[in-house]
Structures are given as structure tokens and as C-alpha cells.
């Protein structure tokens, strides 16, 4: 054969370019309303349609590989909320620890461990718990029972929330700072960028947003300056003072932490519910409830193992409701095409808390379980050999803040971070069995503030004698929660007189 013949054809190329024309009624139509911004359709729902999200493995150490990533692990169609020309652009406009790969994050995970500096348990008992315990007496009052609970819980959520990151409350939280809220809330539950509800959301989100950057930038300055009454009780002061406003956490990034965490936030109201669920007397879960009344008479009793009774209550509580999913990351590509760069996998969380590889009795309300789980003290070096590996997949690493206080962010062997107060570790639970925080140097920053958050309730619910009914209304109003959540506002709490 001549090296003529076997020389492939060359496909010849029309000079002009060639248009498909497609009749009127062949068009996909009913994706989405006609009437939505040319930007957001570009920004928001085109890269979500061209998305997808996979299923990934169910771990079983407590730790997920660095293959898959956190760098601009954000669902794609959220971009528009939190930047500018709905593209991430966390260099010049800020960027949160959640969305940053390990590999950028610092030596030994430094933008976390500042992060966890503003949440360690000696914070929470003397700076937060006033703040949870008056949102608590707020949200349960007697005014409010009788009547769907969810509505008078997010009235004074936004309160909460402020109050804890930069000490603002009522009137000194702007209406422009409230709608931006709204409009995150609304835009991360009802999810789906198609709807009209959505569109209209982010795009007050989006409105809003330079508003609330401003003012958010102004409370940091009052807490710097040394004019905010007790700054020490607000997450920006810690971000301040042990971030040293570094590369690892800058002036724009705490500005970005302040209101990127309505993600992390979001999901208090969904456990808040789903608790209240558990609780009530004819749709709520009998072994619960039982529990319930056993751990009340003693929450807090020393009965050996890291955690008090109403501890181990409020995680199995976690372990089961499992508000949060999955851990959502950013894969590497081999080979792929339209689309990849916008999609995701998710390490699921409820599929590792109930496998029967983690626990014997994987489907009991155990509280007591966490007695004896392995926890990030235990699982140090020679955990890692017991398990088969030559080395820790993190080392050891200590971090000790710079605000006065002896409290030093220290890790276990897979990465998870927690803190060390005078000396005394708090540790938490370390096996991939007890997932609602996901797993390794990416768990949960605010993991014990939200125990404790749920622990409030509970101890409210007791002390006020708190009981929860389910109402039968036709229809019940929507409440956005958690990403892709929206929960039917159809409890209410009681108090007997
Ligand atoms: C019910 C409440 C909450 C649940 C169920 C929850 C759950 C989670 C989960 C599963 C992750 C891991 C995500 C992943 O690896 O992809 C995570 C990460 C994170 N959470 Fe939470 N969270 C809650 C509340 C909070 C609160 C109140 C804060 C802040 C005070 C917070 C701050 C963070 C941060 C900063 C990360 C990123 C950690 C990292 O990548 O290193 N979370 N959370």
C-alpha cells in the first residue's frame, strides 16, 4: 500500500461556519422560566445542567484521601452568591478554609486550626453559651407555643448568628445584611438553580452582598480598634489575634468566613427540627424519647469515657438525623469531557454511621456506643500501624494559639483537629462509624459548638418542660435549611403550666 493510500483524508472545512437551524417547538422548553437574567442563566444554571454529582466510597477509616479535593469544592451554581462575576475568586475577593484544598491551607492544616482556635469548648462555655441560651429562651417563649415552630426559630436565629461572629444584634444588624441572609438560606434549601424561587434568591444574595461586605468589614475594624464591648465573645476577634491577618487568614477572608458560614450554620435549624421530630409523643421515636428521660436526671454525670452522658445523647442523635449528606469534593480527571469541571463526588455520611463494618448494632438508638469508640487521642501513631499502615497519614502537629490563652490546635493520625486546654485534651469521636462531621483534617470546624448548640436545647426542653406536637395543617409553610433541604413547618412545642 503506498503511503498515498494510507494516509487519512482530510476532513475538508465549510469557510463559513454552519448554523442548525431548529424549529420553535423542537427547543428544550420548560428548563427554566423565560424570564430569568441573562447572567444568571450563564452563571448559575448553565454550569449546573452541564454538572453532575457522584456517589463515592464509604469510608472505612476516618479519613478522606487528598484525591479528592476541597479546592473549589463548591457546588457550581453557588458561585454567583458568593462572588462577583459568578466565577471563584478567592485570591482578590476572599476565600473560606471550607473551599481550599489541604495542599494551599498552610503548614499542618493552618487556616484550620485558626479557624478552630474561635470554636474550642473553653470558648463555648464562658463566651457562647450566653448567646445560645438567649436565643433558646427567644425562640421558646411562651408567646410562641402553640404555633409553627420553625418561623419563630429563624426570628431570632439571624441575632444568634451575628451575635457570635461579630457582637451584633436587632437594630445593628442592617436590612440589607438580613435580606442577603435570606436570600443565601433560600438559594442553598430550595437548590435547584431552575426554579423561579431560586433565581430570585441568589439574585438578592447578590444585590445585597456588597452591603454586607462592607458592614462586615466595619465590625472587624471595631473589634480590632478595641471599641466592641466584649469582643472576646465574637469568632472574629480569635480570627484576629491568631490569624495575625497572615496569608492564611486575611482581613478579606474573615470578611468571606462571616458570611460564608450561613452554609455551615444553616444546617442547626434542620437538627433543631428533626430532634423536635424524635421528641414528640406519637410520630417521634419511642427509643428517644426514652433515653430522653434516663440521661436528663443526670446529663452531665462522670461515668467514665471522654464524654458525659448528654454528650454521647446529642451525638447519637447526630449519628442518626445525620443533617449534613455527604463531603462533597472535586475530583482529578483522567479523561472527560463537557461538563467535569463543574461536578463533584460525595463521600456519604449516613451509609459509614450506620454500616454494620463500625458498629455492632448499627440500627439501636446507642448513645452508649461512643463509651468505648475510638476517639482522636486514641488514634495516634501506633493506631496507624494497628491498622496496617507503615506511618500516620498526618503527622502530629501543634499549633498553640497566640490570644492569651494555654489552648494549642493539635490532630490525630488522620487529620482531625482538636484542641488541648491547659494541657487537658478534648477529644472527639475518630471512627469513620460517626460520620454527621464528616471525616480527617477536613471534619467539622464547628463541631463541639454544635453539640453544645443541641445540648442547650435539650436542657431548655427539660428544664421548661418542653414537649413537641405535630400539626395537622393542610399546608404547612416551606422553610429552607441545609443545602438541598427544605423542611414542611409543622411542629410546634408546648409548655406545660
Ligand atoms: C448541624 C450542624 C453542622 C453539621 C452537621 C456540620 C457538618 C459538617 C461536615 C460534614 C463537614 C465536612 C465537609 C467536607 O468534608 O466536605 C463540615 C465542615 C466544616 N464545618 Fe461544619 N457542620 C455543622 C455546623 C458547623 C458550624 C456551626 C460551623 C462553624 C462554627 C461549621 C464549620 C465548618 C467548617 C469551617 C468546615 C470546613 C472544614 C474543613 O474543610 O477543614 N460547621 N461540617
Same mark, same amino acid.
Given at each position: 500500500?503506498?503511503?498515498?493510500?494510507?494516509?487519512?483524508?482530510?476532513?475538508?472545512?465549510? @469557510?463559513?461556519?454552519? =448554523?442548525?437551524?431548529?424549529? #420553535?417547538?423542537?427547543?428544550?422548553?420548560?428548563?427554566?422560566?423565560?424570564?430569568?437574567?441573562?447572567?444568571?442563566?450563564?452563571?448559575?444554571? =448553565?454550569?449546573?445542567?452541564?454538572?453532575?454529582?457522584?456517589?463515592?466510597?464509604?469510608?472505612?477509616?476516618?479519613?478522606?484521601?487528598? $484525591?479528592?479535593?476541597?479546592?473549589?469544592?463548591?457546588?457550581?451554581?453557588?458561585?454567583?452568591?458568593?462572588?462577583? !462575576?459568578?466565577?471563584?475568586?478567592?485570591?482578590? @475577593?476572599?476565600?473560606?478554609?471550607?473551599?481550599?484544598?489541604? @495542599? !494551599?491551607?498552610?503548614?499542618?492544616?493552618?487556616?484550620?486550626?485558626?479557624?478552630?482556635?474561635?470554636?474550642?469548648?473553653?470558648?463555648?462555655?464562658?463566651?457562647?453559651?450566653?448567646?445560645? #441560651?438567649?436565643?433558646?429562651?427567644?425562640?421558646?417563649?411562651?408567646?410562641?407555643?402553640?404555633?409553627?415552630?420553625?418561623?419563630?426559630?429563624?426570628?431570632?436565629?439571624?441575632?444568634?448568628?451575628?451575635?457570635?461572629?461579630?457582637?451584633?444584634?436587632?437594630? @445593628?444588624?442592617?436590612?440589607?445584611?438580613?435580606?442577603?441572609?435570606?436570600?443565601?438560606?433560600?438559594?442553598?434549601?430550595?437548590?435547584?438553580?431552575?426554579?423561579?424561587?431560586?433565581?430570585?434568591?441568589?439574585?438578592?444574595?447578590?444585590? =445585597?452582598?456588597?452591603?454586607?461586605?462592607?458592614?462586615? %468589614?466595619?465590625?472587624?475594624?471595631?473589634?480590632?480598634?478595641?471599641?466592641?464591648?466584649?469582643?472576646?465573645?465574637?469568632?472574629?476577634?480569635?480570627?484576629?489575634?491568631?490569624?495575625?491577618?497572615?496569608?492564611?487568614?486575611?482581613?478579606?477572608?474573615?470578611?468571606? &468566613?462571616?458570611?460564608?458560614?450561613?452554609? *455551615?450554620?444553616?444546617?442547626?435549624? !434542620?437538627?433543631?427540627?428533626?430532634? $423536635?421530630?424524635?421528641?414528640?409523643?406519637?410520630?417521634? %421515636?419511642?427509643?428517644?424519647?426514652?433515653?430522653?428521660?434516663?440521661?436528663?436526671?443526670?446529663?452531665?454525670?462522670?461515668?467514665?469515657?471522654?464524654?458525659?452522658?448528654?454528650?454521647?445523647?446529642?451525638?447519637?442523635?447526630?449519628?442518626?438525623?445525620?443533617?449534613?449528606?455527604?463531603?462533597?469534593?472535586?475530583?482529578?480527571?483522567?479523561?472527560?469531557?463537557?461538563?467535569?469541571?463543574?461536578?463533584?463526588?460525595?463521600?456519604?455520611?449516613?451509609? *459509614?454511621?450506620?454500616?454494620?463494618?463500625?458498629? #455492632?448494632?448499627?440500627? &439501636?438508638?446507642?448513645?452508649?456506643?461512643?463509651?468505648?469508640?475510638?476517639?482522636?487521642?486514641? !488514634?495516634?501513631?501506633?493506631?496507624?500501624?494497628?491498622?496496617?499502615?507503615?506511618?500516620?497519614?498526618?503527622?502530629?502537629?501543634?499549633?498553640?494559639?497566640?490570644?492569651?490563652?494555654?489552648?494549642?490546635?493539635?490532630?490525630?493520625?488522620?487529620?482531625?483537629?482538636?484542641?488541648?486546654?491547659?494541657?487537658?485534651?478534648?477529644?472527639?469521636?475518630?471512627? *469513620?462509624?460517626?460520620?454527621?462531621?464528616?471525616?480527617?483534617?477536613?471534619?467539622?470546624?464547628?463541631?463541639?459548638?454544635?453539640?453544645?448548640?443541641?445540648?442547650?436545647?435539650?436542657?431548655?426542653?427539660?428544664?421548661?418542660?418542653?414537649?413537641?406536637?405535630?400539626?395537622?395543617?393542610?399546608? *404547612?409553610?416551606?422553610?429552607?435549611?441545609?443545602?438541598?433541604?427544605?423542611?414542611?413547618?409543622?411542629?410546634?412545642?408546648?409548655?406545660?403550666?
Amino acid at each position: 500500500m503506498s503511503s498515498q493510500q494510507t494516509k487519512a483524508k482530510k476532513t475538508e472545512q465549510p @469557510e463559513t461556519s454552519i =448554523t442548525i437551524k431548529v424549529s #420553535q417547538e423542537k427547543l428544550p422548553v420548560g428548563v427554566m422560566p423565560p424570564d430569568f437574567p441573562e447572567d444568571y442563566v450563564v452563571g448559575a444554571v =448553565t454550569p449546573f445542567l452541564l454538572s453532575s454529582e457522584f456517589v463515592g466510597e464509604t469510608p472505612h477509616l476516618p479519613m478522606i484521601d487528598l $484525591a479528592l479535593s476541597k479546592e473549589k469544592a463548591v457546588p457550581v451554581q453557588l458561585w454567583g452568591m458568593l462572588y462577583k !462575576n459568578w466565577v471563584p475568586n478567592p485570591e482578590e @475577593e476572599g476565600r473560606s478554609v471550607f473551599m481550599q484544598g489541604y @495542599e !494551599n491551607r498552610g503548614p499542618d492544616n493552618r487556616r484550620k486550626r485558626i479557624y478552630m482556635s474561635a470554636t474550642t469548648p473553653d470558648l463555648i462555655d464562658q463566651k457562647y453559651r450566653p448567646k445560645i #441560651q438567649l436565643f433558646y429562651k427567644r425562640f421558646l417563649s411562651d408567646s410562641n407555643a402553640g404555633k409553627p415552630m420553625m418561623k419563630h426559630y429563624f426570628e431570632n436565629y439571624y441575632d444568634l448568628y451575628w451575635n457570635l461572629h461579630v457582637g451584633a444584634m436587632g437594630d @445593628e444588624i442592617p436590612d440589607e445584611v438580613r435580606q442577603f441572609s435570606e436570600g443565601f438560606n433560600a438559594t442553598l434549601g430550595f437548590w435547584y438553580p431552575t426554579t423561579e424561587m431560586v433565581c430570585k434568591a441568589l439574585m438578592q444574595a447578590r444585590a =445585597t452582598r456588597e452591603v454586607l461586605k462592607a458592614w462586615l %468589614d466595619k465590625r472587624v475594624q471595631k473589634i480590632m480598634d478595641g471599641k466592641q464591648p466584649d469582643e472576646d465573645s465574637t469568632f472574629v476577634h480569635y480570627w484576629l489575634k491568631n490569624g495575625q491577618l497572615g496569608e492564611n487568614f486575611r482581613r478579606i477572608d474573615i470578611v468571606f &468566613e462571616c458570611f460564608h458560614n450561613f452554609l *455551615a450554620f444553616s444546617q442547626w435549624a !434542620n437538627m433543631v427540627y428533626n430532634v $423536635a421530630a424524635k421528641l414528640e409523643p406519637v410520630h417521634g %421515636d419511642p427509643a428517644v424519647r426514652v433515653r430522653f428521660d434516663q440521661v436528663m436526671k443526670d446529663p452531665d454525670a462522670s461515668d467514665g469515657g471522654a464524654f458525659t452522658p448528654l454528650d454521647r445523647l446529642v451525638m447519637e442523635l447526630f449519628r442518626v438525623i445525620s443533617p449534613n449528606g455527604g463531603s462533597f469534593s472535586t475530583m482529578a480527571r483522567n479523561r472527560a469531557m463537557l461538563g467535569t469541571a463543574f461536578s463533584g463526588i460525595m463521600t456519604p455520611h449516613l451509609p *459509614a454511621s450506620m454500616s454494620p463494618l463500625h458498629w #455492632q448494632n448499627p440500627t &439501636e438508638f446507642d448513645p452508649d456506643r461512643f463509651k468505648s469508640a475510638p476517639t482522636t487521642v486514641d !488514634n495516634d501513631e501506633a493506631k496507624a500501624h494497628q491498622v496496617g499502615l507503615a506511618r500516620c497519614p498526618f503527622s502530629k502537629a501543634s499549633f498553640p494559639v497566640k490570644d492569651g490563652r494555654k489552648v494549642t490546635m493539635t490532630n490525630s493520625a488522620f487529620g482531625a483537629v482538636y484542641s488541648e486546654i491547659n494541657g487537658k485534651a478534648v477529644p472527639l469521636v475518630d471512627t *469513620a462509624g460517626y460520620a454527621p462531621f464528616g471525616f480527617g483534617y477536613r471534619r467539622c470546624a464547628g463541631e463541639q459548638l454544635t453539640v453544645e448548640f443541641i445540648k442547650e436545647f435539650l436542657r431548655h426542653v427539660w428544664k421548661e418542660k418542653v414537649s413537641f406536637s405535630k400539626l395537622d395543617i393542610p399546608v *404547612a409553610s416551606k422553610q429552607p435549611v441545609n443545602p438541598g433541604t427544605v423542611l414542611n413547618d409543622d411542629i410546634a412545642f408546648n409548655k406545660a403550666k
